[in-house]
Each structure stands twice: as C-alpha cells, then as structure tokens.
C-alpha cells in the first residue's frame, strides 16, 4: 500500500510517530476535509442524486488544491463513499437520489499537498427521520467521540475501542467488525488499525505524535456485513440500519488533537443551516 518511495526504508508494520511539522500540514488537510462536510450539508435533501454531491465534492476539493484518495484507490471510481441506509460505508455515488427518511454517512478524503484528511458524518435527509434512526446517529456520534475522549500518550487502543463499544452495546447496537480506524498521514492507510471495540488495557500504547483515524460504523442490528458484487459496497445482513462518523486526530502531550473538526460547528444533525 506504499505509494511513494521515500528516502529511508519504512517498515509497515511499524507505527509512524511524526514531529510537530507534521501535525501542521495534517491541520490543512484536516480542514479541507471538515469544510467539504461543511459545504455538502445544505445539498443532502431528498431528491439529490448521489453522484451529484459527489461531483460537487470533487470539485470542490480540486477548487481547493487537493485530490481525492479514494478516486482510483484500488480501482474505487469516485472521490467520496455515500452510504445510505443499510449500507456500512463504501458505497458509491451513482444514479441513486436521497429519499424523505434516509440517513447517509458521506466519506471524504482530500488529499492535501501530499497529506490526508480522512472524515465523515452522518446527516439526515428531510424532516421524516425515524426516531430509531435518529437515536442510531446520536449514538454512533458519542461512540466516536467517546474513543477519541480515552486518546493520550500511555493509553491503550484497547481503551479506545472498550469505550465505543461499551456505549453502543448498551444501546442495543452493535459494532462493526469488519472494517477499522487506521493510521494515516502520507499513506492514506498505514498503521495502527484501530478497532472499535476490544479490551480496556490491551492493545497500542499510545504515543505522542501517532496520527490515525478513529470512524465506528454501529448497526441497529447485528454487527454482520456482507460486500455486493461491486465490490465495494458494503451491506448489514440483516438490512439493519448502519451510521458512522470519523474523525482524523494526532495524539498530543495530554490528549489528542482533531484534525477534521467542523469550523461552522456542524457536529451531527440536525445541522442548523
Ligand atoms: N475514507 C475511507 C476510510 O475511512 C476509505 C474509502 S476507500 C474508497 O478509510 F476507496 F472506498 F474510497
Ligand atoms: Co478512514
Ligand atoms: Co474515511
């Protein structure tokens, strides 16, 4: 998954820990991401073609100076994964048009003067949102922000994913197995993976300088998936209902830093624009 040949041999299993300048240019490719999910927001109404916000983000993004990571990444076709629904993450934008009553998760990830910013929200289209769906995403939202709470040096991933888990299953969801967080930076997937659930103290130590994503998918359901012949798209079995969000942080002295933070404060929905 090496994409540029750099100086001195990386071993990728090794976590990457980066100085101070790194931190910079992953607040620009953070912002970039976050203000993408900024500008999207207005547009996820129902009747928007899927393929159309994905046009409006691709274009926005090179407006920006960047590029997607995920166009062409192992063959994805388009700049950003809408899924709608039943779906987990990864689909693709297309003829598909948002109805009364979604919920859709939509993935960004600008690629920034060589830098990735990795982020996504759930967002709720028309006012018909089930209460069910809307407790999904609420919930889904304290699960990540949750994980990110237990981030400091010392710490371990194994708290990290206690803590999603522990909230979502109290809820009477269930955590994805199948797809985790992951280190990133100038690989848009590195090290560490990061599960979203797991055993309080085991796991990563945590250092300062470590950069990854933290992103649960919580079903309504169980926590089983399945990939549709395209390839990508993944699916609940059982047809439950699925939210995400992710964020991209880098771990500090005392905590962590978010990278992909709302700069208009639109955390989760309802989003007052
Ligand atoms: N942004 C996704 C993540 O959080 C990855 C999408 S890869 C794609 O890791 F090819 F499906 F776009
Ligand atoms: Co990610
Ligand atoms: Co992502």
Redesign the pocket.
């Known amino acids: 998954m090496q994409e540029e040949i750099t100086e001195r041999e990386e071993d990728e299993n090794a976590i990457p820990i980066h100085p101070e300048a790194d931190f910079e240019a992953m607040r620009k490719a953070g912002r970039l991401a976050a203000d993408l999910l900024d500008y999207i927001t207005p547009y996820v109404v129902p009747g928007a073609r899927t393929g159309d916000l994905d046009d409006m983000l691709d274009k926005f993004t090179r407006d920006r100076g960047a590029v997607s ?3 062409g ?2 063959g ?1 076709p ?1 700049a ?2 809408l899924s709608i629904n039943h779906v987990v ?2 689909g ?1 934008p297309g003829d598909k048009t948002l109805e009364e009553g979604d919920i859709v998760n939509i ?3 600008p690629k920034l003067d060589g830098w990735h910013g ?1 982020s ?1 929200r759930m967002y709720c289209v028309g006012e018909r949102v089930s209460l069910r769906a809307r407790r999904l995403v609420d919930i889904t939202y304290e699960c990540l922000m949750l994980g990110i709470a237990m981030v400091k040096p010392g710490a371990t991933l194994g708290d990290v994913g206690h803590a999603i888990q522990k909230h979502a299953e109290d809820a009477g969801f269930s955590v994805v197995r199948d ?1 985790c ?2 280190g ?1 930076g100038k690989t ?2 590195c090290q560490p993976s990061v599960l979203h659930f797991g055993m309080p103290g085991t796991g990563v130590v945590l250092q300062k300088g470590m950069i990854f ?1 933290i ?1 649960p998918m919580i079903n309504a359901g169980k926590y089983g998936v399945k990939v549709l012949s395209d390839g ?1 798209t993944a699916v609940t079995k059982d047809k439950s209902l699925s939210a995400q969000f ?1 964020h991209t942080i880098g771990v500090t002295d005392d905590g962590c830093e978010i990278f992909t933070l709302s700069p208009k404060g639109l955390h989760r929905p309802p989003y007052a624009v």
């Open positions: 990571a995920c166009l990444y192992r994805y388009r950003t994964c993450c990864h693709i993935d960004v990830t990795d996504s797809f967080g992951h990133t848009f997937h994503t992103e990508w992710e």
